[in-house]
């Protein structure tokens, strides 16, 4: 019996949609078949990899679409880019007519009529070269180029009529399964729109976010520039001996953009430097840079941690379930702070607290600040955009920015790399060596810290005046050999072992290469060691 004949039976009790299902204890596509006495459960679009999985489809749903409705010959320059919101950019450049408005309606009409019509997504495994002749003979270069370094002698292609592609992840078991998305033009080109994840039967209202967009494109840009923009052109990279070059290239890059973030500081006249960003941005990095770009024009920059304004611990409340969410904005004594960085701005000398995570109180030295002239205070937390942490202080004093490791990488044509998967891999080895925890542990904490992320971070991103993008194109091929030994540590019987499984095939793309060839100011030493910076 197919799974998905099970599912259609046991639907009944799930809230959202089901799309996948775990077969003693290990993740399978509903065209499976499963062994009677097998223990299934069921996976909906409301969890991660089923979510995933809804994503993945519905890009395979536009590209049978836009193959039917424009022909096989246009579909060379289709690409599936980056992530802004809910919504999928993609890009689609062809040399005798333009994306408008007509066409993509034509295309989002045809995608309902095959998400209608139920049609079966097919799975078939073939060896590596049989999918390298094939992708050649559909004019899909990257993932050509992709499978020509990879080690494994099978892949899965997944066909949908006469359309047949490559993806990364599980895939739904047929079209109507399908059946949320929408079309819009944007920027250089369209957004595919899907439900969120928290809200897996409706479609959002898609919020642009210029300055995201502006930020990705010129990552998205320069990695072209480079010649670096997907794995499988990395790994050429690599085996032709030309990565110290890149590594060179990308890390003056980002000194540039640094030096262009200090020079519109100090041209604005602006003595107070909110850093935010998610978790693993390289935010501490980022934050000794800039003040070394500060001191250049003669600044004096005064590092403060928004964590040492934690009130005391026994006073934050707890959550309904008992613990205690750190991530708030009300867990820092907000006036506290404003009172001190206004003293700070008014010349007036001011004891600075220090948190003490051991015993969860704020404690007070003998180190008393007063700002100069030429002093800029530099401050770096998770809740540095929020305008409602510096209301009582003044706006022009003030200078945002927003740090993220964004993707430059796509895996091929049509796979991208997500972001998340590069700042959780970060953080994995990171932990490991900094703070002695395994990988199941990171694993574990990952969803509550996306969740953080999403409440108090990403919505204030476009409120920064500077976004810093603090992704490297190489920084996978030196992370893999720090995270796959973690990844093989997570055992088989725990339950971080599936998402352990996925981050293993997916560094399994890349070629690895050493880390000797990275400078000691690089962000990505914040998380290897060896950086010259204390972080």
């Known amino acids: ?42 996976v ?98 990257d993932k050509e180029k ?93 085996v032709e001996g030309k990565v110290s070059e890149l590594v060179l290239v990308q890390e003056a890059l980002q000194e540039k953009k640094l030096a262009e973030i200090a020079d519109r500081i100090v041209e604005e006249n602006k003595r107070i430097v909110l850093i935010a960003g998610p978790s693993s941005s390289g935010k501490t990095t980022f934050s000794h840079r800039l003040s070394i770009q500060l ?28 613990t205690k969410d750190y991530e708030k904005l009300n867990v820092l004594d907000i006036r506290q702070f404003n009172e001190d960085m206004n003293a700070l701005l008014q010349g007036k000398a001011v004891n600075l607290p220090h948190y003490n995570f051991l015993t969860g109180k704020r404690e007070y030295g003998q180190e008393v600040t007063a700002m100069g002239d030429n002093d800029v205070l530099v401050i770096e937390g998770i809740h540095g955009l929020n305008p409602e942490l510096t209301s009582f202080i003044d706006e022009k004093e003030k200078f945002r920015i927003y740090i993220s490791a964004l993707t430059m990488l796509n895996v091929d044509e049509h796979n991208r790399v997500p972001t998340t998967d590069g700042r959780e891999i970060r953080r994995m080895v990171r932990d490991a060596i900094f703070r002695g925890e395994d990988a199941a542990h990171t694993i574990a904490r990952w969803p509550s810290v996306r969740k953080g992320e999403e409440q108090y971070i990403f919505p204030f991103q476009e409120e920064a005046d500077v976004m810093f993008n603090s992704g490297m194109i190489y920084e996978l091929a030196v992370l893999k050999q720090y995270a796959e030994p973690l990844l093989f540590q997570v055992p088989k019987d725990s339950p971080e072992y599936p998402e352990a499984k996925r981050l293993l095939k997916f560094l399994d793309y890349f070629l ?16 290897i060691g060896g950086s010259c910076f204390d972080v």
């Not at 679009?45 to 193959?67: H, I, N, Q």
């Not at 022909?71 to 599936?80: A, T, Y």
């Not at 399964?177 to 369209?190: M, V």
């Not at 050493?514 to 030493?525: F, L, Q, R, T």
Request: glycine share 6%.
């Open 1 to 42: 019996m197919k799974l998905y004949d099970l599912a259609l039976q046991r639907q009944k009790d799930y809230e959202y949609p089901i799309i996948l299902a775990m077969v003693n204890g290990r993740y399978r596509e509903l065209m499976y078949h499963y062994p009677e006495g097998s223990r299934v459960e069921f």
């Open 44 to 141: 909906t679009t409301a969890e991660k990899m089923g979510y995933d999985c809804y994503r993945r489809s519905a890009l395979l749903l536009l590209l049978k679409a836009a193959y039917d409705v424009v022909g096989g010959e246009r579909m060379d320059n289709l690409k599936v880019m980056y992530s802004i919101g809910v919504g999928q950019y993609c890009e689609w450049k062809m040399e005798d007519r333009k994306l408008d408005q007509d066409l993509l309606k034509r295309i989002e009409s045809r995608m309902r009529e095959l998400s209608r019509a139920a049609i079966p997504i097919e799975k078939q495994v073939i060896t590596t070269e049989e999918a390298i002749a094939r992708f050649h003979k559909h004019h899909m270069y």
């Open 146 to 238: 992709l499978f020509k370094y990879r080690r494994a002698s099978t892949t899965n292609v997944y066909r949908l009529e006469g359309y047949e592609d490559y993806f990364y992840g599980y895939m739904a078991p047929n079209t109507d399964c399908i059946d949320l998305f929408d079309l819009k033009l944007y920027g250089d080109g369209f957004v595919l729109i899907l439900p969120e994840r928290q809200n897996p039967r409706q479609i959002p209202e898609f919020q642009e976010r210029p300055k995201l967009y502006r930020t990705l494109k010129e990552s998205r840009d320069w990695s072209r520039t480079l010649g670096g923009d997907t794995v499988g052109a990395l790994n050429q990279m690599i």
């Open 295 to 322: 001191r250049v024009h003669g600044k004096q920059p005064h590092p403060i941690g928004l964590d040492n304004y934690f009130i005391e611990r026994d006073r934050i409340p707890a959550e309904p379930d008992g």
């Open 512 to 527: 690895g290469i050493d880390s000797n060839a990275i400078p000691g100011n690089s962000i990505i030493k914040e998380f």
